[in-house]
Antibody, heavy 122, light 109 residues
Framework: QVQLVESGGGVVQPGGSLRLSCAAS????????MHWVRQAPGKGLEWVAF????????YYADSVKGRFTISRDNSKNTLYLQMNSLRAEDTAVYYC???????????????WGQGTLVTVSS | EIVLTQSPATLSLSPGERATLSCRAS??????LAWYQQKPGQAPRLLIY???NRATGIPARFSGSGSGTDFTLTISSLEPEDFAVYYC???????????FGQGTKVEIK
C-alpha cells in the first residue's frame, strides 16, 4: 500500500531555514510527480510546490516562489522541501502528496502523508 | 488565477439525510475537478476525481457531478463517519497551479 511519511518539521525563527523530507513506499516513486501542500492552523488547504517524476520541471505557488525549493532523490524514494527566509505566515502542517496521474502534472492528489508541523516564531 | 467558491460554508444535517455540496469555478475547468474529505487531525483523502469518478475504496454513497464551472458533491445518506470538512480542487493549465476551495463543513445537526 502507498505510504508517505513526512519528517523535519519543528520550530524555527523568522528568517530561518528548514528542510522537510517525505519517504515514499508502496509505489514506483520514480514514475510519479509529487507535491507539497500546506494547511495553516484552522485554515484551508494551499498547494505549495510540484516536481515532475524525473525532477526536470518544478512549479511553485507565488507565496513561496524564490524562498522554497522542491527536490527529489529517486534512488532513495524521497521528496524534499527546502524552506528558506521563513515567515510567520509559513506556519502550517506540510503534507506531501502523490500526483494522481504519473509522468505529467496531473489534476489531483491521490495519496497524502500525515503531515509535519512547521512553526515559525521568535 | 482560477478561484473555487464552495457553498454553503457549513451544512448541518442528521445521519441518514442527503448532503449536497457545491463548488463553483471562476472560469471553466472542464471536468478536471476533485473532491477531498478531511477529518480533524487527519490528512485529506481523495473522494472524487475528474468531477465524477470515485477514488479507490470510496463508498457508492459519494457521487460527483458537473462540468465547466459548476460542480456538486452528493452524499446520498450520511453515515456518522461522513461528518467532516470537504474541499474541491482544480489544476489550471499554464502555468500549472493547483487551487482549493475554502471548504464546506458537514456537521451533525
Amino acid at each position: 500500500q502507498v505510504q508517505l511519511v513526512e519528517s523535519g518539521g519543528g520550530v524555527v525563527q523568522p528568517g530561518g531555514s528548514l528542510r522537510l523530507s517525505c519517504a515514499a513506499s508502496g509505489f514506483t516513486f520514480s514514475s510519479y510527480g509529487m507535491h507539497w501542500v500546506r494547511q495553516a492552523p484552522g485554515k484551508g488547504l494551499e498547494w505549495v510546490a510540484f516536481i515532475r517524476y524525473d525532477g526536470s520541471n518544478k512549479y511553485y505557488a507565488d507565496s513561496v516562489k524564490g524562498r522554497f525549493t522542491i527536490s527529489r532523490d529517486n534512488s532513495k524514494n524521497t521528496l524534499y522541501l527546502q524552506m528558506n527566509s521563513l515567515r510567520a505566515e509559513d506556519t502550517a502542517v506540510y503534507y506531501c502528496a502523490k500526483d494522481g496521474i504519473g509522468a505529467v502534472a496531473g489534476p489531483y492528489f491521490d495519496y497524502w502523508g500525515q503531515g509535519t508541523l512547521v512553526t515559525v516564531s521568535s | 488565477e482560477i478561484v473555487l467558491t464552495q457553498s454553503p460554508a457549513t451544512l448541518s444535517l442528521s445521519p441518514g439525510e442527503r448532503a449536497t455540496l457545491s463548488c463553483r469555478a471562476s472560469q471553466s475547468v472542464s471536468s478536471y475537478l476533485a473532491w477531498y474529505q478531511q477529518k480533524p487531525g487527519q490528512a485529506p483523502r481523495l473522494l472524487i476525481y475528474d468531477a465524477s469518478n470515485r477514488a479507490t475504496g470510496i463508498p457508492a454513497r459519494f457521487s460527483g457531478s458537473g462540468s465547466g464551472t459548476d460542480f456538486t458533491l452528493t452524499i446520498s445518506s450520511l453515515e456518522p463517519e461522513d461528518f467532516a470538512v470537504y474541499y474541491c480542487q482544480q489544476r489550471s493549465n499554464w502555468p500549472p497551479k493547483w487551487t482549493f476551495g475554502q471548504g464546506t463543513k458537514v456537521e451533525i445537526k
